[in-house]
């Protein structure tokens, strides 16, 4: 349980450095590269434990397993990790954008009853509509720029619900670190192959001041933190494990302070409160 507990901590760590890392190398990298870069990293340390469980679980994957594994992976990569990369670019503080995602769970909700055909219940409806007044609360109105951010924020959030419902829905043969590891890759690869094809600079504005950013974001936030994700959820539980996506957006606010140096608004505690109300009774009521 010890264990458990720490991989928990591990994991919410370095997913709070997520989008105040991102910020820093916002600016001096195309966010189609930033994206391309961590998930190739992420999802080829990932693959060895994917075909590891493969193996271990004597599980055959044929050519519609992998043609769903890839579509999930474009949704996941090339949709809803690039739409935050944009949303953390345009964004005032990297600590909101991070709150706001925290939100998927609630969208989740509303693309399962639609999808899966789950019911909505009232404690639901009570949950959308925190997740709503934490997200309005959050825009500044007088800003273009941070409407934007907001409405990209909130994109990134739904289509990574939807990713998330469509997994439940495709890939019943098999979940976790496999269906992680082959979406993160081969998603990876997928825009690689549009980024070419698009002659969309991959590589210009990489240089030896930071490049270690993106390694980190690929080694640490990606490939280490979902294997860490996965690993809690071996010593504890899913419901234990899913306390990660609570702590991260306790700690972005602080995180952006030390590492961006920006400072809170009151406006970030009172939408945090407001998104992890909703979440939480989204997440752990549905559980029970």
């Known amino acids: 349980m010890i264990k458990g507990l720490l991989y928990i901590l591990l994991t919410a760590t370095v ?3 997520l989008e105040p890392v991102s910020k820093l190398i916002a600016t001096q990298i195309n966010p189609f590269a930033i994206t391309f870069i961590r998930f190739f990293i992420g999802g080829a340390m990932l693959l060895p ?65 639609v999808i899966l055909k789950d019911k909505l219940t009232a404690v639901k409806g009570v949950a959308i509509g925190l997740c709503i007044a934490g997200v309005l609360v959050c825009t ?8 934007f951010s907001v409405v990209l924020a ?25 269906q992680t590891g082959f979406s993160f890759f081969i998603g ?12 969309i600079d991959f590589i210009g ?25 996965f690993k809690a959820m071996e010593k504890t539980s899913a419901m234990a494990a899913s306390l990660v996506f609570f702590i991260k957006p306790i700690m972005t606010p602080f995180a952006a302070f030390f590492i ?6 009151g406006k970030v505690f009172v939408a945090l409160v407001l998104v992890l109300a909703g979440s939480s009774l989204a997440t752990f009521k549905a559980k029970t």
């Open 15 to 17: 997913f709070t450095t």
């Open 140 to 147: 500044d109105f007088s800003s273009g720029s941070n409407i």
């Open 154 to 178: 909130v994109l990134s959030s739904i289509t990574f619900s939807l990713y998330t419902v469509l997994s439940k829905k495709f890939m019943t043969k098999v979940s976790g670190i496999i």
């Open 260 to 265: 961006n140096g920006i400072t809170p608004q």
């Open 205 to 229: 504005g990489v240089n030896s001041e930071n490049i270690m950013h993106l390694v980190y974001l690929g080694v640490a936030v990606t490939g280490i933190g979902y294997w860490s994700y």
């Open 188 to 199: 990876s690869v997928i825009l690689l192959a549009a980024l070419l094809v698009t002659g």
């Open 49 to 113: 434990f994917s075909i590891l469980q493969i193996r271990k679980k004597n599980i055959h994957l044929d050519k519609k397993d992998f043609l769903s594994i890839s579509l999930l992976g474009v949704l996941c990569i090339c949709v809803s990790m690039v739409l935050l990369q944009f949303a953390v670019l345009k964004a005032d503080s990297p600590a909101l954008i991070a709150i706001i995602f925290s939100s998927n769970s609630v969208f989740t909700i509303l693309l399962s009853a």
